[in-house]
């Protein structure tokens, strides 16, 4: 079967006075049609950029230097900008982290759901009344749909008349409104209160269940991609150092970078473990090519890792980018 | 905006406008020259004759007595008489105002048409070689002085290239029967086309003159403020749902730039009306601007008040209109 999505040895890199950053450096990931696959990393991973170079959203000076991008079988990266755009919103939409700057403050929510619709759909009618109304249906439908209470009545509203809840749930309504195969959703929880973090993604669940589409979940949150996702890619400096199952990448953690992110969340079921930080940070020098990319972090650091590290594959589709362990 | 807000709005305006009216009169008060010595010049009038001169403008009164007196006939639209043209000081400015109304939003207009498309381009091509042309002729737009820039215009369009016109709003063989008293109006309301198109050339080189400093500062916010706007969340997100380039820029962008360029263009619009007294110099321009300055050689106390008077009120209302339209494009802001 091949994959809804398929990423191929995707290199995005941003040309700067200070040289050539490598965003994404190599990046080799499948979405199977109706999956959740969670991608894990710390700020500057890399797992948004991978993810904006897949919509064609790549802002100068970046640009997506190798690699395919199959999307439904088909070689995206090689469409016209104008046939790239028509994937946009209708085959593979895309959620901002923080809705209150995803949304534009001068158009009311009624028009932003609705230009998505406006924008792909060729299953409208075609005179101006009916059309109207059609599109007014459907975003009164998927508004609902994502909880919008009186959803009907407050189409004229402006986002800064909502709560930041509502405006996630808004956000997520323009995106689905032309119901895609598969839902970016990016850092969906991060701008958000705790109490309606899991509203949200309870609300992402439902609406793949509802569409039958797929999610990739980005987060720097492990714990909530355990949670919500079927398989995880965990990012570092621009790679993927890591992906499996989700249960498999819990039991048995395989890189040290991942073992470090088990280590350090707070648990409530073992309240007497300390929890243990990964020292250092990652910076763009991370991303050199020529040797593991977690290596100026890694307390196994030994000689065989000053060389590319390929991803090994422990069965399972559990891969692995280091030497050094094995579970 | 609500109603209550824009009562207290209006009330603010009041007091501006009060404020106004008194530096107003005191500053005349206070600039150097006898008018009726100015008037009666060298003359051989008597010490009583010019007595009976200064009563008869009373001059001879108390300073506050004769501020009530101002304030009182203008909200009556009184502004007593011209000493020289010894006529109402209102009908002199009713009778300039259309040329300098015609003028002023001629410039106004070519201002927005060139400076907003331009101010876009820029943004959205930043750091290309158009951005950059732009940005020198901003620099130049602005730094350059009305009366020498106007004076280059002359010498190119008119004196070396005969193409335009240098002085006047129309020429002498064109009768054209008023209504609002805009000639490109009113020529077209005559069904004369000829009219209609003298009027357009006489306005072109002082237009261009006072709006090109107007233009430059326009350019300038929109292209900030397309920048700023460029670089916002909602922009990617608007090209994420798959939109055409022209809807993002136009709907999601230009919407938001707006906000600080009208804002911008309607306060500058006062600024064309200062700018006016130079260029309508230049061009021999029959509008209020040149009264003004005849006015102040001459001491003529009233007209000038009474000009200086409009100008502060047109400008302190077209701040008010600022206001209004800032919160009409953004819904954010509630006054």
Redesign the interface.
């Known amino acids: 079967m091949t994959a809804l999505l398929a990423i191929e040895g995707l290199q995005t890199f941003f040309a700067t006075p200070a040289g050539e950053i490598r965003a994404v450096d190599g990046i080799d990931l499948e979405v199977a049609a109706g999956e959740c696959l969670g991608v894990v990393g710390e700020s500057g991973s890399g797992k948004s950029m991978a993810f904006l170079s897949v919509?064609g959203?790549v802002?100068r000076p970046g640009r997506v230097v190798a690699g395919r991008i199959l999307l439904q079988g088909e070689d995206i990266l090689g469409l016209a900008p104008a046939a790239r755009?028509?994937?946009?919103?209708?085959v593979i939409?895309?959620?901002?982290?923080?809705a209150l700057?995803?949304?534009?403050?001068?158009?009311t929510v009624g028009e932003q759901v609705a230009?998505?619709l406006e924008?792909?759909a060729a299953d409208l009618p075609t005179g101006r009344a009916a059309r109207r109304r059609a599109v007014r249906a459907r975003v009164v439908e998927i508004l609902g749909l994502v909880g919008l209470p009186d959803a009907g009545r407050r189409l004229g509203d402006?986002p800064?008349q909502f709560s930041g809840g509502m405006r996630q749930r808004i956000?997520i309504a323009?995106?689905l409104v032309c119901r895609p195969r598969i839902l970016v959703a990016d850092e969906p929880t991060t701008a958000l209160d705790v109490t309606v973090q899991a509203q949200i993604l309870d609300l992402i669940g439902d609406m793949r269940r509802e569409l039958g589409m797929a999610v990739v979940l980005i987060s720097h949150d492990l714990g909530v991609v355990a949670e919500r996702c079927e398989r995880v890619a965990v990012f570092y400096a621009g790679q993927v150092v890591e992906t499996g199952a989700v249960r498999d990448i819990l039991d048995r953690p395989a890189h040290p970078y991942t073992r470090g992110l088990l280590r350090s969340i707070p648990r409530l079921d073992d309240p007497g473990r300390r929890i243990e930080p990964i020292p250092g940070q990652l910076t763009p020098a991370d991303a050199r090519p020529g040797r593991c990319r977690f290596l100026s972090r890694c307390a196994l650091a030994a000689p065989p890792c000053r060389a590319d590290i390929a991803l090994a594959d422990l069965g399972r589709g559990h891969r692995v980018r280091c030497v050094r362990l094995r579970p | 905006m609500s109603p209550i807000k824009l009562l207290e709005r209006l009330i603010q305006l009041g007091f501006v406008l009060f404020g106004i009216s008194l530096i107003v009169f005191l500053m005349m008060e206070a600039t150097p020259g006898d008018p009726v010595e100015i008037m009666l010049g060298d003359s051989l009038a008597s010490a009583e004759q010019k007595e009976l001169l200064r009563r008869d403008m009373g001059l001879d009164r108390p300073l506050v007595a004769r501020y009530l007196h101002f304030v009182g006939n203008a909200l009556g639209g009184e502004f007593g008489q011209s000493f020289f043209h010894r006529r109402p000081v209102a009908d002199l400015i009713l009778e300039r105002l259309p040329a300098t109304i015609e003028l002023t939003l001629v410039a106004m207009v070519v201002a927005v048409a060139v400076a907003i498309p331009l101010g876009i381009i820029a943004a959205v091509h930043r750091g290309g070689l158009l951005d950059r042309l732009a940005s020198v002729g901003a620099m130049l737009g602005v730094s350059m002085p009305g009366f020498w820039f106007g004076i280059l215009l002359i010498m190119l369009f008119a004196v070396r290239l005969h193409l335009l016109p240098v002085a006047g709003r129309i020429g002498y063989s064109h009768e054209v029967p008023a209504v609002t008293g805009l000639l490109l109006v009113d020529s077209l309301i005559a069904l004369q086309p000829a009219s209609f198109l003298a009027a357009l050339g006489h306005l072109v080189l002082p237009a261009v003159t006072l709006g090109l400093a107007m233009a430059a500062i326009l350019m300038r916010v929109t292209r900030t403020a397309m920048l700023e706007v460029l670089s916002q969340d909602y922009m990617t997100f608007a090209e994420a749902k798959g939109l055409s380039r022209r809807r993002i820029l136009v709907r999601h962008g230009l919407k938001n730039a707006l906000i600080p360029t009208v804002t911008v263009a309607a306060i500058e619009t006062g600024s064309l009306l200062g700018g006016n007294m130079i260029v309508e110099t230049i061009f021999a321009w029959p509008g209020l601007g040149r009264l003004v300055v005849e006015a102040i050689f001459a001491r003529n106390y009233p007209v000038v008040q009474a000009c200086v008077l409009f100008y502060a009120v047109t400008y302190v209302l077209l701040n008010f209109v600022a206001d209004v339209l800032y919160t009409v494009l953004n819904p954010k802001v509630r006054l």
């Open positions: 919509m959203l802002r755009r028509g994937l946009r919103g209708r939409a895309m959620t901002m982290q923080d700057t995803a949304l534009n403050p001068a158009l230009e998505t924008a792909h402006y800064h956000m323009c995106a």
